[in-house]
């Protein structure tokens, strides 16, 4: 397999999978300051030309929870359960890509992404919207985690890898991560996973 990756947000839930089931991934780093994921050949592969996209054997896939499902899949693992814990997974794999990535992403975009790639100074209307959506809907995810462990049932599973996917940044993109301790106590959790702490391939620094 060969996972096509930067040190950006959306690989890196591939990677931290990659990484944490110790998947056989021969990793391609794709510098996107060099426009490296808009090359002809990069694009037959994903034409949206984004990262990441994974290449095993004659199947292509692109979109990271897609990537995700298929690493734990093919490593029979209960990242992605095949019971009835996988509607819960779809369940907060929608909320995240519809709402909460979208929020936490924003921020991430307004403070880190535009000062590394030089696009431009922090937007203060999108902030100011973004922190107040990302403050509701992480009262949602407070609430649910008050007596749980993790999202869906008493393991991990690709949903934790994905809803926490902007809280690694929380500090740098001004995410109020501490007003929801709950949320909080749930990331420090998965932060003591090496594979989310650290999941990108020794290359580049992480953004
Ligand atoms: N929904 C896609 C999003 C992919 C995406 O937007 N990737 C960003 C990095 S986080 C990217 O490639 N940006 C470069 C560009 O759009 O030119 C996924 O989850 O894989």
Same mark, same amino acid.
Request: proline residues 5%.
């Given at each position: 397999m060969k996972l096509y990756w930067s040190d950006v947000l959306s690989p890196r839930k591939a990677c931290a999978v990659a990484k944490y089931l110790q998947s056989p991934v021969e990793y391609a780093y794709l510098d996107l300051a060099r426009g490296e994921h808009k090359t002809p050949e990069y694009l037959v592969l994903n034409p949206n030309g984004k990262v990441p996209t994974l290449v095993d054997g004659a199947r292509t896939l692109w979109e990271?929870?897609?990537?995700?499902? #298929?690493l734990a899949a093919r490593a029979d693992s209960g990242?992605?359960?095949?019971?009835d814990r996988q509607i819960e997974v779809i369940r907060w794999l929608s909320w995240d890509l519809a #709402?909460?990535?979208?929020?936490?992403?924003?921020l991430y975009f307004e403070y880190i992404i535009k000062q590394r790639f030089g696009l431009g100074s922090v937007d203060p209307v999108e902030v100011k919207q973004a922190t107040d959506e990302w403050r509701r809907l992480a009262s949602v995810l407070d609430g649910h985690l008050r007596d749980r462990h993790w999202l869906v049932g008493g393991g991990i599973t690709i949903a934790d890898f994905a809803v926490a996917a902007t809280l690694p940044y929380a500090q740098r993109a001004h995410i109020p991560l501490d007003e929801f301790p709950n949320v909080r106590r749930w990331h420090d959790r998965l932060s003591e996973l090496e594979a989310w702490r650290d999941p990108f391939p020794a290359l580049a620094a992480a953004a």
């Open positions: 990271a929870d897609a990537i995700m499902c #298929h990242l992605w359960p095949q019971d #709402h909460f990535y979208r929020s936490g992403g924003t």
